[in-house]
């Protein structure tokens, strides 16, 4: 490839990307071409480098976004206030691989504040969470945030509010314990009779737990087998999401010596 040639096909590229990262909205492969006034051969050439380098990325509908470069890179100065968006696609896909209610949980104020949501597929879903917080010893997305440091329990007794609602702190740092060697938590009706919900943590980009994903459902719905499957789907869409966040966890975790 000539220089010239070379010159023209990154100024093109750049014309891609710039109205990807300007738009409003996900954009589409026509409305892309359109935009640029390059050809479709052209537009899909360029368009498929650019995702091939995480400078693009589709979301469910083949629409094109800011790729995840951009995003790891946001995330370096804790934009937190784009977290919903760079996680719902994830939220969209552990939704559809479960069939249940997905929430996305942050730390706020002692408490675990419900900041993201996707409907369950059944007749019989659960609660609009999106804005109400609840107490993070007795959800499964603040025990994720107490187990990883990320949240602290306010002072004073531990609210119950079932009869199984974990009470005592000696319990609970036990519990805490297990969740950080499964790598996600889980109540059964410990927050509200008859539902149960297992969660997992989602880290940015200096390792840390900035967030947690929760799979949520009626005990009479969620058998054991389905709670296991559940929980590794719910842990692999939250790695997922903090790949997307920018944390590479074999560079950030010491070699085993051997």
């Known amino acids: ?78 934009a937190e206030g784009g977290l919903v968006a760079v996680a719902q696609p994830f939220l969209e896909r552990l939704g559809k691989a479960t069939g249940e209610t997905i929430n996305l949980g942050v730390a706020s104020n002692g408490m675990v504040e419900h900041v993201a949501q996707v409907g369950s597929t059944y007749l019989i879903g659960g609660t609009n969470w999106v804005g109400m917080s609840v107490p993070l010893h007795c959800s499964a997305l603040g025990k994720v945030l107490l187990a990883a440091g990320a949240a602290q329990l306010p002072a004073g007794p531990l609210e119950r509010r079932t009869d199984k609602t974990i009470t005592s702190e000696a319990v609970l740092r036990a519990e805490l314990a297990g969740v950080r060697a499964r790598g996600y938590a889980v109540t059964d009706e410990e927050l509200e009779p008859g539902l149960i919900t297992v969660a997992a943590p989602a880290r940015g980009f200096g390792g840390g737990v900035v967030a947690a994903l929760s799979v949520s459902a009626p005990t009479t719905r969620m058998t054991r087998d389905r709670l296991a499957a559940a929980a590794g789907h719910c842990v692999a869409e939250a790695a997922a999401l903090s790949g997307a966040l920018g944390y590479q966890r074999a560079a950030r975790e010491p070699r085993k010596a051997g």
Do not use: C, I
Request: hydrophobic share 45%; no cysteine; net charge positive.
């Open 1 to 78: 490839m000539s220089s010239q040639n070379g010159t023209q096909a990154v100024d093109r590229a750049a014309r891609l990307l710039a109205v990807v990262v300007y738009s409003a909205q996900p954009m589409t492969f026509t409305g892309l071409s359109a935009a640029t006034g390059l050809a479709k051969s052209t537009t899909s050439r360029l368009l498929l480098a650019l995702e091939r380098n995480g400078l693009v990325r589709r979301d469910d509908h083949g629409r094109f976004l800011p790729g995840e470069m951009f995003v790891s890179f946001a995330w370096r100065g804790g």
